[in-house]
């Protein structure tokens, strides 16, 4: 168990800014909604004391704690603050309380499993295997019970398109649905500058409106399911079963509003053929070319660079693991893959004597789980000289891992 030190002065009126909101320091976000308190969004500082890891492992990385709960696999995994929300196939949300890891509260609902999940300001977004996205709150009578205030598409949006039969698209054979709905599970959501992105198995993507949860877009975006999603700068990053990940760009027209979106297609980075795209993640690293790393189910990991010319570039092609490549997880110039194997890939691109990167090495592999890794998350809090990484697993557990951030080649 990894013994943290909490720090007792927590600011209550400061929501925690995540990447995925842009809230001011009155508490107002981005598109003006004044934010309520969440007890998922306080502003605290974790200091480690001392830490007391379980079993085995190496200088660079230890295991410091295994947690049961969930009634199914281990889906999706998301940090908020001082808590760690977890997603299972079982269809329940837990919220779990650092330092200690103990259960918070626990809700859901729904006619599927839960396949992602992402937090925003005072609000949590969920999506479904039932293709529906739902809005959760912090109830105002009880700060640990949450109430389900929406379900995406709305009822006022739906209302308003479905008396137009332009506004009907056909999904399959006799069987219409209106543009706004998804067809099938919605697999991956994400969060920028107002707007959620949501990717699904019936191929396309669709893009909503925070302020008013009204579905802006929909995109045929790709020729096969879509497993991944990464928004950045504008920039929306899709992988796919058709083995590609594509590269969206958002535009703005003189007419439009500030949220209005219309998104055009600026890159298509090709892996390996009949293979699919699993995951997806953005290089974080400072003063280095934008970099995109894919996972595929042939247990590759793929790498492409933007060059000056805007043009994407294949610069990493390696066999990372055994069997498929599940998902992907960056924090500073540490790269994380997880796998169906059952293990943790720890990556970092060698420093070269002109202070520059170079090609991507292992330098660390993590086992414990005894399942498919599904899903992993690292938290930005720099604890004992490294970071905390969590792991979902379809064995139904939640670990967590401390890795160094000087971690180096341990002959792997």
Same mark, same amino acid.
């Given at each position: 168990?990894?013994?943290?030190?909490?720090? =007792?002065?927590?600011?209550?009126?400061? =929501?925690?800014?995540?990447?995925?909101?842009?809230?001011?320091?009155?508490?107002?976000?981005?598109?003006?909604?004044?934010? !309520?308190?969440? =007890?998922?969004?306080?502003?605290?500082?974790?200091?480690?004391?001392?830490?007391?890891?379980?079993?085995?492992?190496? #200088?660079?990385?230890?295991?410091?704690?295994?947690?049961?709960?969930?009634?199914?696999?281990?889906? &999706?995994?998301?940090?908020?603050? $001082?808590?760690?929300?977890?997603?299972?196939?079982? #269809?329940?949300?837990?919220?779990?309380?650092?330092? /200690?890891?103990?259960?918070?509260?626990?809700?859901?609902?729904? !006619?599927?499993?839960?396949?992602?999940?992402?937090?925003?300001?005072?609000?949590?977004?969920?999506?479904?295997?039932?293709?529906?996205?739902?809005?959760?709150?912090?109830?105002?009578?009880?700060?640990?019970?949450?109430?389900?205030?929406?379900?995406?598409?709305?009822? #006022?949006?739906?209302?308003?398109?479905?008396?137009?039969?332009?506004?009907?698209?056909?999904?399959?054979? @006799?069987?219409?649905?209106?543009?706004?709905? @998804?067809?099938?599970?919605?697999?991956?959501?994400?969060?920028?500058?107002?707007?959620?992105?949501?990717?699904?198995? /019936?191929?396309?993507?669709?893009?909503?409106?925070?302020?008013?949860?009204?579905?802006?877009?929909?995109?045929?975006?790709?020729?096969?399911?879509?497993?991944?999603?990464?928004?950045?700068?504008?920039?929306?990053?899709?992988?796919?079963?058709?083995?590609?990940?594509?590269?969206?760009?958002? !535009?703005?027209?003189?007419?439009?509003?500030?949220?209005?979106?219309? @998104?055009?297609?600026?890159?298509?980075?090709?892996? @390996?053929? /009949?293979?699919?795209?699993?995951?997806?993640?953005?290089? $974080?690293?400072?003063?280095?070319?934008?970099?995109?790393?894919?996972? $595929?189910?042939?247990?590759?990991?793929?790498?492409?660079?933007?060059?000056?010319?805007? $043009?994407? #570039?294949?610069?990493?092609?390696?066999?990372?693991?055994?069997?498929?490549?599940?998902?992907?997880?960056?924090?500073?110039?540490?790269? &994380?893959?997880?796998?169906?194997?059952?293990?943790?890939?720890?990556?970092?691109?060698?420093?070269?004597? /002109?202070?520059?990167?170079?090609?991507?090495?292992?330098?660390?592999?993590?086992?414990?789980?005894?399942? =498919?890794?599904?899903?992993?998350?690292?938290?930005?809090?720099?604890?004992?000289?490294?970071?905390?990484?969590?792991?979902?697993?379809?064995?139904?557990?939640?670990?967590?891992?401390?890795?160094?951030?000087?971690?180096?080649?341990?002959?792997?």
């Amino acid at each position: 168990m990894c013994s943290i030190l909490r720090n =007792p002065k927590r600011s209550l009126s400061t =929501p925690l800014l995540y990447p995925s909101s842009s809230a001011s320091e009155s508490g107002s976000s981005s598109n003006g909604e004044v934010l !309520e308190y969440n =007890p998922l969004c306080l502003s605290t500082r974790f200091e480690i004391k001392d830490v007391k890891m379980l079993g085995g492992g190496s #200088k660079s990385y230890k295991l410091l704690d295994v947690i049961s709960g969930h009634v199914g696999a281990i889906s &999706c995994l998301a940090l908020c603050g $001082e808590f760690v929300l977890s997603a299972s196939q079982g #269809k329940d949300i837990i919220v779990w309380q650092q330092p /200690d890891l103990k259960q918070f509260t626990k809700f859901g609902a729904g !006619e599927g499993s839960v396949k992602a999940l992402v937090t925003v300001g005072n609000k949590i977004f969920t999506a479904h295997q039932d293709s529906r996205i739902r809005v959760w709150k912090v109830s105002r009578r009880s700060e640990n019970v949450f109430r389900l205030v929406d379900t995406l598409p709305t009822t #006022k949006d739906y209302l308003g398109k479905c008396m137009k039969q332009s506004n009907y698209v056909q999904i399959r054979r @006799h069987h219409k649905k209106l543009w706004i709905e @998804h067809a099938d599970s919605i697999s991956c959501l994400a969060v920028e500058n107002g707007l959620i992105y949501s990717g699904s198995w /019936d191929k396309t993507l669709k893009v909503w409106r925070l302020s008013d949860l009204r579905c802006l877009e929909s995109i045929k975006a790709h020729d096969d399911a879509i497993n991944g999603l990464i928004s950045r700068n504008g920039i929306v990053y899709s992988a796919s079963a058709d083995g590609k990940i594509k590269v969206w760009e958002r !535009e703005r027209t003189k007419n439009s509003s500030s949220n209005s979106s219309l @998104h055009r297609l600026e890159g298509v980075l090709e892996g @390996h053929k /009949d293979v699919s795209m699993n995951a997806i993640v953005v290089s $974080e690293e400072i003063n280095e070319n934008e970099r995109v790393y894919g996972g $595929e189910s042939d247990g590759y990991l793929m790498g492409w660079e933007k060059e000056k010319e805007r $043009e994407w #570039k294949l610069v990493v092609e390696v066999k990372a693991h055994q069997l498929a490549v599940l998902c992907l997880s960056f924090m500073g110039d540490i790269l &994380c893959s997880g796998s169906a194997d059952k293990s943790i890939c720890l990556w970092r691109r060698e420093l070269l004597n /002109d202070g520059l990167r170079g090609e991507l090495c292992k330098v660390g592999v993590i086992r414990g789980h005894e399942g =498919p890794i599904k899903c992993l998350q690292s938290s930005s809090n720099c604890v004992g000289g490294g970071f905390m990484l969590y792991s979902g697993s379809l064995d139904k557990s939640l670990r967590v891992w401390w890795v160094s951030k000087d971690i180096k080649d341990e002959q792997v």
